[in-house]
């Protein structure tokens, strides 16, 4: 491996890596270290792909394609969310080709062997009579579905280095039920393509220290950025009196980064207010969409949710963004983010898709031109490994968390 002229071994370039800066180069360019992050890290991950009410009837599916890898969502015959990798058990070829649809059969158009929605082989036209279908299934993929959301992991069901989906799931569930996710559906999907490494656009996610310059809107809406661009703790008297009247509704408050949070990936929640008057993420704090579960209130917060990495949900009482981050290459990752509101809302009478989406999309579309520059420094001979500032703890702690995970 190459870096600043010498040629550096894998190992050596992690024990090298100072805590608190940022990564050596390769990490953010180099393709075997790109394939081993899928292997180590997000090949291990509960990743958030989309939500059931995309997938209602059966055999509908849909496709999640990441690095190498293709899954294919579906749902099977009793009704239960089923997921497969996209291979064939005859000779290896993609069987679904489209992102999305209805069958009856998951049928490979190379040779036509047809599996049913279960992933067993069903047809496997011109085999000898002994040939046992039983023998070739297709793989599957881990997926769980909590509050509506689907999740998938890739390992194998008893992979050590796999953190367990219900351990994270009992940990939110007191924080997620309120909002009622599963009574919701997406109105607006968004692909943000960005030329850069994963772990990039995870770092810009996790810190704020770029909202003032880079986010004229997400500062004016919400007050926390101004209000901690200095000191954290001087902030925490609004949060504390906002809490005190959240309560009395019976919303359930607080910020809980790492209690309980495993550390093969580390999951949190938090909950804060957005600014004095604003009941939402909008431009004018005003509604954009009906309340969603059982909020019997507009209690002026929003709530965040992170699930490893790459996967986090942003809420406020009457929408939902989910947040989807995909690894495509060393240098490509995907940003896809889903606005999600009530599932009976209509559009024009309870929601304008214009108002709903204004600030997340503007937002990430900011985001994404300051991680494609950010990548395009990095690619040059003079970067080097960079201090991340105290408001950034969240990225350096990621930077960390990474390089034990590929150590690992
Ligand atoms: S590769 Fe699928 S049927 Fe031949
Ligand atoms: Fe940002």
């Known amino acids: 491996m190459h870096n600043g002229g010498g040629v550096v071994s894998f190992e050596d370039l992690i024990k090298r ?3 608190g800066f940022t990564l050596e180069q390769p990490f953010y360019c180099d393709p075997d270290i790109f394939k081993r992050d899928l292997q180590k890290i997000v090949g291990k991950a509960w990743l958030y792909v989309d939500h059931v009410s995309e997938i209602p009837n059966k055999g509908d599916f849909l496709l999640y394609n990441i690095g190498e890898e293709s899954i294919i969502v579906v749902r099977g015959k009793d009704g239960a969310v089923n997921a497969f990798f ?3 058990r005859h000779r290896g070829s993609h069987i679904c080709l489209k992102e999305s649809g209805n069958v009856r059969t998951l049928t490979c158009p190379y040779h036509a062997w047809v599996y049913d929605l279960d992933g067993n082989l069903v047809g496997a036209r011109g085999m000898p009579e002994d040939f046992d279908k039983g023998k070739f299934p297709l793989h599957k993929c881990q997926v769980r579905v909590w509050h509506g959301l689907i999740f998938i992991n890739m390992a194998a069901e008893d992979d050590p280095d796999v953190a367990p989906f219900d351990v994270m799931a009992d940990d939110l569930e007191r ?3 309120l909002h009622r996710l599963e009574d919701t559906k997406i109105v607006h999907r968004e692909v ?3 030329a850069a490494n994963w772990k990039l656009v995870v770092d810009n996610f996790r810190e ?5 310059p880079a986010h004229p809107e997400y500062t004016m809406v919400n007050a926390y950025v101004r209000a901690t661009d200095k000191r954290w703790e001087d902030y925490q008297p609004v949060v504390k009196e906002w809490e005190k009247e959240t309560v009395k509704l019976g919303h359930p408050v607080g910020w809980d980064e790492t209690s309980g949070s495993d550390h093969r990936q580390p999951y949190g929640y938090w909950r804060q207010p957005i600014r004095e008057g604003y009941v939402t993420l909008s431009e004018d704090g005003k509604p954009v969409a009906p309340l969603l579960g059982d909020l019997k209130d507009w209690d002026g917060g929003e709530t965040a949710f992170t699930f490893g990495a790459l996967s986090y949900a942003y809420l406020c009482a009457d929408h939902l963004c989910m947040f989807r981050f995909t690894p495509v290459s060393a240098t490509h990752s995907d940003v896809v983010v ?3 509101v009530r599932a009976d809302a209509e559009e024009g009478k309870d ?5 709903l989406k204004w600030m997340w999309d503007v937002t990430t579309i900011e985001d994404t031109k300051i991680i494609i520059d950010n990548q395009k420094g990095v690619n040059s001979t003079r970067y080097l490994p ?3 500032a105290p408001q950034e703890s969240y990225s350096s702690s990621f930077a960390s968390w990474y390089l034990e995970r590929l150590a690992s």
């Open 17 to 19: 890596q100072k805590p």
């Open 86 to 88: 996209n291979v064939c």
């Open 175 to 177: 924080f997620v039920a």
């Open 192 to 194: 943000y393509p960005t």
């Open 208 to 212: 704020c220290y770029h909202c003032i």
């Open 338 to 340: 889903t606005w999600h």
């Open 351 to 355: 929601y304008d898709l214009a108002r």
């Open 386 to 388: 960079g201090p991340y």
